[in-house]
């Protein structure tokens, strides 16, 4: 018990060193604070110069409630919570294989540090991109996760900082099930997973963006607004009742397995799911509604 308690201890002083250099240092190109910034102006930006819903406010709803959001998950979620339960999380199941005889190592098919770094990163782009694809159909299907994933669905209109409005539980979900997959192919270099997080953000604001893109033939391949828009549709018909379009960066999933629903312009659709207009408009009364056992039995 000891040594996970110095684990969490080491995790939340480390990441907390890591959150304050992030800050204030500028002078490395992977840095995910300004990195975050400066990806979401851009986009925001181009919200402004080429709106799909002209109507829509620049501000719009709920613009500074996903604001806070996007900076809450991205870096104070890992500070309070994620960070210290991942690094925990692993050293038991490290411990568990090692009193069976095995180890992480043991299920390593082969290490992409013996590969060329861009075959590498292609293995491990699309390696997580798939098995987050599947993650996040289980956020549809399975009703207990469901109500986590509602948060993220409370969007009512589109923006690109609604890529990052979600339950906390969510990545706790995501790490959980990528933990082994992504272990199987070896380690990664943390400046070259950086270069694949920030087209991972990008294209994820893009999707969530007021814009009416769909990169032509590309959109076989990449998520794109115009596709992501239907997967936050308020009524879908009845055969794909549990969603459509799971896709995070990549679409190709969807078209592959049969999930993907653009029946035509999703611009002006309504967004949300059954009973939003009693979900809470909070930040706080939003993360404790999974919580609420009179809710979750509507």
């Known amino acids: 018990m000891e040594k996970y308690i110095d684990i969490i201890k080491n995790s939340y002083s480390g ?3 890591y959150l304050k250099h992030e800050i204030i240092s500028v002078n490395h190109w992977d840095n995910y604070f300004y990195g975050l910034i400066i990806i979401s ?10 709106p799909w ?14 604001t806070f959001y996007m900076f809450f998950n991205f870096f104070l979620l890992n500070l309070i919570i994620l960070i210290a339960l991942s690094n925990t999380v692993a050293a038991f199941f490290n411990d568990i294989l090692a009193k069976i005889g095995l180890s992480i190592s043991s299920f390593q098919l082969f290490d ?6 861009v075959l590498g990163l292609f293995v491990f782009f699309i390696v997580s ?3 987050q694809w599947n993650t996040h159909r289980l956020l549809h299907r399975v009703p207990f996760l469901w109500n986590f994933h509602k948060v993220h669905h409370s969007v009512k209109e589109m923006g690109f900082a609604a890529h990052l409005r979600y339950h906390w539980m969510e990545p706790v979900v995501y790490k959980s099930l990528l933990y082994i997959p992504i272990a199987i192919i070896g380690g990664f270099d943390a400046q070259d997973v950086a270069i694949v997080h920030f087209f991972n953000i990008t294209i994820g604001h893009l999707n969530h963006a007021n814009l009416g893109w769909d990169y032509g033939i590309l959109k076989y391949v990449f998520n794109n607004p115009k596709m992501h828009i239907w997967h936050h549709a308020k009524a879908l018909p009845k055969h794909v009742r549990y969603g459509v379009n799971f896709g995070l960066t990549l679409s190709i999933w ?3 397995f049969k999930t993907d629903y653009i029946p035509h312009s999703g611009k002006d659709i309504t967004l949300g799911f059954e009973g939003d207009e009693n979900f809470p408009k909070q930040f706080l009364a939003q993360e404790l509604y999974p919580l609420n056992l009179n809710d979750k039995k509507k």
Request: net charge negative.
């Open 15 to 17: 990441y907390w060193r």
């Open 53 to 66: 819903r002209k109507d829509q406010a620049i501000f719009r709803k709920d613009f500074w409630l996903d």
């Open 129 to 131: 991109d798939f098995v």
């Open 41 to 50: 102006v851009l986009v925001w930006v181009l919200e402004i110069i080429f």
């Open 254 to 256: 969807d078209y592959i």
């Open 112 to 117: 992409v540090d013996d590969l060329p770094k």
